[in-house]
């Protein structure tokens, strides 16, 4: 470029900005199509409640039950494509994994097994997910909500 004229570079500049400017427009038009591609964003009936003491539920339901139960409380960006597919995609492998709303479909070896598993992945730091905090900082766990969660999980598990 440094044996370059002024006006080529000119021209340059004006097909760089051209090309971004269509590029922006493709983009755009393709985020807006994309918010027509149908989702399935269904709260299946719930069929059973998890035994626990109302402290205890109201622990997991603040912190848990969006992605673990058939009561997830959907927010806004749960409509807006390519966001909706990351929230819908966890919720269901977060159902997949363990759902609070058909409890009842656990063996009580599972259920045990389901238990301990809780009581891991919180005494590990793992759930709830580090994504799902900023937006939802209720559902951090307290030392206190830990503690009756451990003591909740071991007392179910004996």
Request: aromatic share 12%; charged share 25%; proline share 6%.
């Given at each position: 470029?440094?044996?370059?004229?002024?006006?080529?570079?000119?021209?340059?500049?004006?097909?760089?900005?051209?090309?971004?400017?269509?590029?922006?427009?493709?983009?755009?038009?393709?985020?807006?199509?994309?918010?027509?591609?149908?989702?399935?964003?269904?709260?299946?009936?719930?069929?059973?409640?998890?035994?626990?003491?109302?402290?205890?539920r109201s622990i997991l339901?603040?912190?848990?039950?969006?992605?673990?139960?058939?009561?997830?409380?959907?927010?806004?960006?749960?409509?807006?494509?390519?966001?909706?597919?990351?929230?819908?995609?966890?919720?269901?492998?977060?159902?997949?994994?363990?759902?609070?709303?058909?409890?009842?479909?656990?063996?009580?070896?599972?259920?045990?097994?389901?238990?301990?598993?809780?009581?891991?992945?919180?005494?590990?730091?793992?759930?709830?997910?580090?994504?799902?905090?900023?937006?939802?900082?209720?559902?951090?766990?307290?030392?206190?909500?830990?503690?009756?969660?451990?003591?909740?999980?071991?007392?179910?598990?004996?």
């Amino acid at each position: 470029m440094l044996n370059c004229t002024y006006r080529e570079r000119i021209n340059t500049r004006k097909k760089i900005r051209l090309i971004l400017k269509w590029g922006f427009i493709v983009i755009f038009v393709l985020f807006l199509l994309i918010q027509f591609i149908p989702i399935d964003k269904n709260n299946p009936p719930v069929e059973s409640e998890i035994p626990a003491t109302a402290e205890v539920r109201s622990i997991l339901k603040r912190s848990c039950y969006d992605c673990h139960s058939n009561e997830t409380i959907w927010p806004w960006y749960s409509r807006v494509a390519p966001i909706s597919w990351l929230v819908i995609y966890d919720v269901k492998e977060g159902r997949k994994e363990l759902n609070f709303s058909t409890w009842n479909k656990y063996t009580s070896s599972k259920q045990a097994k389901k238990l301990k598993e809780v009581w891991e992945e919180v005494e590990e730091g793992e759930m709830p997910l580090w994504i799902y905090l900023p937006t939802h900082p209720n559902a951090k766990l307290s030392s206190e909500d830990r503690k009756v969660l451990q003591a909740w999980s071991q007392s179910a598990i004996s």
